[in-house]
């Protein structure tokens, strides 16, 4: 792979797996820069970052949580790769998966590629996430008359102008229908490869940072997007 890599991590509060996902990502064989954005952390996360010296990871921090997409905007305007991934702080997947997200990119010259939890076997997360996933996916499809099945994925991969010719407005965990929003009203194509939930962290989960209220937020940018001019 000769195209460089930008690994971009939004992080608020995850001192349980920040640094092991560091190590993880280091041990990737390919060419890469890892961008951290604190977003806030106030649980010994941002001590964590502190205490990380590596010349391939650059940490950038908020002074107070300002949300995913807002800690999102601050990160892509560090990035210098080909190919930019938005990772997840946590280790609810098997890093190794990232080569096949940038496959179709490298080799096929794919511009988008979501890691899809529901073309694979059946994902472990609770009921409730499970409906409001396939739920905000189907309405997705249904608004853009686009084929995608995981909008909430935590893993995608973008060819670098693409993700930094759209201009993203949202602050909170909505970013992710967001970006899928402008993306398809572009009518670029969003290119699918199913992924496995195979780090499941039982107890990191058993409070979730989304809500009912982000859920609201996602169903009404989606139609937000949808008919803005």
Known sequence: MNSKLSILIPVYNEWKTIQELLTKL??????????????????????????????????????????????????????????????????????????????PIVQDGARIVYGSRFLAERPKMK???????????????????????????????FAADVIKSIPLETDGFEFEVEITAKVLKQSLEIREVPIRQEWYQENHHKITKLTWVDGVKAIATLMRYRFKE
């Open 127 to 157: 009921w409730t996430n499970y409906l409001a996933n396939h739920f905000l996916s189907f309405l997705t499809r249904f608004l853009y008359r686009a084929k995608v099945t995981d909008v909430e994925t935590c893993f995608k991969a």
């Open 26 to 103: 280091l041990e990737l064989r390919v060419e890469k820069e890892i961008i951290v954005v604190d977003d806030g952390s106030n649980d010994g996360t941002g001590e964590i970052l502190n205490s990380t010296a590596h010349p391939l990871i650059r940490v950038f921090k908020h002074p107070v949580n300002r949300g995913k997409g807002a800690a999102i905007r601050t990160g892509l305007s560090h990035c210098t790769g080909d190919i930019i991934i938005i990772q997840d702080a946590d280790l609810d997947q098997d890093l190794n998966l990232l080569y096949q997200l940038i496959r």
